[in-house]
C-alpha cells in the first residue's frame, strides 16, 4: 500500500482514539488528567462547567508549556485553579533511581500512582537523542534471551503512564515548550522498553497521539518507531491507525528455534509474521520495517542462518539491526565474538541490505537492549489500577 492512501493529515480529529479510555483515578479521588484525548480532557471540564475553550487551554499548558501544577497556568482564574487543583492532577511519575552510564545513557525507574514500577531509557547519538519508552510493568513474552521477559506481567501501563515518560525526560533536559529549539536531546521514541506494546494496543495508541499531536507533543511520526515480538493480529491495525515506523524483534530464522527464542512464535509463527510485515500500510523503500536479531553465541549466528534470513526478507523493505547480545545475571546465553557478527552481517549487506551492528549502550547500568526490569510484582486485584487486560492475544 503506498503512502497517497494514507494522507497526512494535520487536523486534531485524527488523533482522537476509537476506543475511549477511562480516566485514571488516584487514591485520594483525583482524576489524572495527561494522557485522557482532547475529547475526554473536555469532558471532564464539562462537569465542572468550563466552557469548551478551557479544555484548550489545559491542553497547551500540559503538552506545549510542560507545566506540573495548576498554579502555573496564569492565565487562568485563582478560583478556577483551584478546583482543578481538588480534583484533577497533572504531575508525574516519582523518580526512586537514576542511573548514568559512562557512555551518557541515562535510566529512570519510575513509581506509579499504586506503587508499582517500570524503566525507561534515554540514548544520546550525535545526531538524535533517544527514549526507549516501556508499555506495560513486566512483560508475557518470556523471550529466553531478555532479562525484561524473567519478570511476569504485572499489569499494563496507562496512556498517562507512557505519555508521561516522554514528558518527564523532557523535564530533565529543560526542554519545554514542546516543539522549540534547534539542538534538542530528545527527537526519537522507541517503544522497546519493558513489555509488548501490541498487548496494550488502546493504551500505547492513545499515549502515541498525544505525543504526535501538532498541537501536543510534536513529536514527527517518522521518529517514533514501535517494537513488537510478532502480534500478527494487530500489525496491520497499529500500522493503518497510527502509522509508525515498525520494528519487529526476530532473532530466528526457523520455527524451531524461534519457539524457543520467542514463544510467542509458537502462536503466531514466521510465515505468519513475515505475511504481516509484507502487508504492513505504507511500506516502502523510504518506510522500511527494521528486522531486530540479537547474536548469540552458537544458538542463531552462523552464515548458513544469515542466508536464510534473506530469503525471509525477500519482497519486504526492509534493514537488519543486529544487537550483540546483552549479558544480565543468571542469562543461558552469550554474545557471538566481534568476527562472528562482522560475517554475518557481510553476507546481509553483500546482498543489498542495511545491517548495521547495534553498539551496546548504558551497559554498565543495565540499560542496555533486553536488560531492562523492575522488582514490581503482582498484587490482588483490591490493590492495583484498574487497567484494560492485555488484548490481541
Given at each position: ?17 476509537k476506543t475511549a479510555l477511562p480516566a485514571p ?8 488528567l495527561i494522557g485522557l484525548s482532547r475529547e ?47 480534583r484533577f492532577v497533572i504531575g508525574r511519575p ?300
Amino acid at each position: 500500500m503506498s503512502d497517497t492512501l494514507l494522507p497526512d493529515r494535520s487536523d486534531t480529529a485524527v488523533f482522537e482514539p476509537k476506543t475511549a479510555l477511562p480516566a485514571p483515578l488516584r487514591a485520594d479521588g483525583r482524576r489524572e488528567l495527561i494522557g485522557l484525548s482532547r475529547e475526554q480532557l473536555a469532558a471532564e471540564l464539562a462537569e465542572l462547567g468550563a466552557p469548551a475553550f478551557r479544555a484548550r487551554q489545559l491542553w497547551q499548558w500540559i503538552y506545549v508549556r510542560g507545566v506540573t501544577s495548576f498554579e502555573g497556568m496564569t492565565d487562568l482564574s485563582k478560583d478556577f485553579r483551584a478546583k482543578l487543583a481538588a480534583r484533577f492532577v497533572i504531575g508525574r511519575p516519582e523518580i526512586t533511581r537514576q542511573q548514568q552510564s559512562i557512555d551518557g545513557t541515562q535510566k529512570w525507574l519510575l513509581r506509579f500512582a499504586d506503587g508499582q514500577e517500570a524503566e525507561c531509557v534515554h540514548i544520546p547519538e550525535e545526531d538524535r537523542g533517544t527514549l526507549c519508552v516501556s508499555s506495560q510493568v513486566g512483560c508475557t513474552l518470556s523471550c529466553k534471551f531478555c532479562h525484561t521477559g524473567t519478570q511476569k506481567l504485572v499489569r499494563n501501563l496507562t496512556p498517562s503512564e507512557i505519555v508521561s515518560q516522554i514528558m518527564l525526560c523532557r523535564d530533565a533536559f529543560g526542554e519545554w515548550p514542546a516543539g522549540e529549539g534547534d539542538s534538542r536531546k530528545l527527537t526519537n521514541i522507541v517503544l522497546m522498553g519493558m513489555g509488548e506494546p501490541l498487548f496494550n494496543y488502546d493504551n500505547v495508541a492513545q499515549a502515541m497521539r498525544i505525543a504526535l499531536d501538532p498541537a501536543g507533543l510534536a513529536l514527527s511520526r517518522r521518529k517514533i518507531t514501535l517494537s513488537t515480538s510478532g502480534v500478527v493480529p494487530m500489525i496491520r491495525r497499529c500500522g493503518e491507525e497510527l502509522r509508525l515506523a515498525l520494528a519487529i524483534s526476530l532473532h530466528a530464522v526457523t520455527d524451531e528455534l524461534r519457539d524457543v527464542l520467542v514463544p510467542l512464535n509458537r502462536k503466531y509463527p514466521i510465515a505468519e509474521l513475515m505475511a504481516a510485515c509484507r502487508d504492513y500500510p505504507g511500506l516502502s523503500n523510504a518506510r522500511r520495517i527494521t528486522f531486530e536479531y540479537v547474536m548469540l553465541k552458537g544458538v542463531n549466528d552462523s552464515p548458513a542462518e544469515a542466508k536464510q534470513l534473506l530469503k525471509l526478507l525477500s519482497g519486504i523493505p526492509s534493514k537488519v539491526n543486529l544487537i550483540p547480545f546483552n549479558p544480565w545475571p543468571g542469562s543461558p546465553y552469550e554474545c557471538s565474538d566481534e568476527a562472528t557478527i562482522d560475517k554475518f552481517a557481510a553476507i546481509l549487506m553483500r546482498a543489498g541490505y542495511v545491517a548495521p551492528v547495534r553498539t551496546p549502550r548504558g551497559r554498565d547500568i543495565m540499560a542496555a537492549c533486553g536488560q531492562l526490569k523492575s522488582d514490581s510484582e503482582r498484587v490482588r486485584k483490591s490493590k492495583t489500577l484498574a487497567v484494560p487486560a492485555p488484548t490481541g492475544s
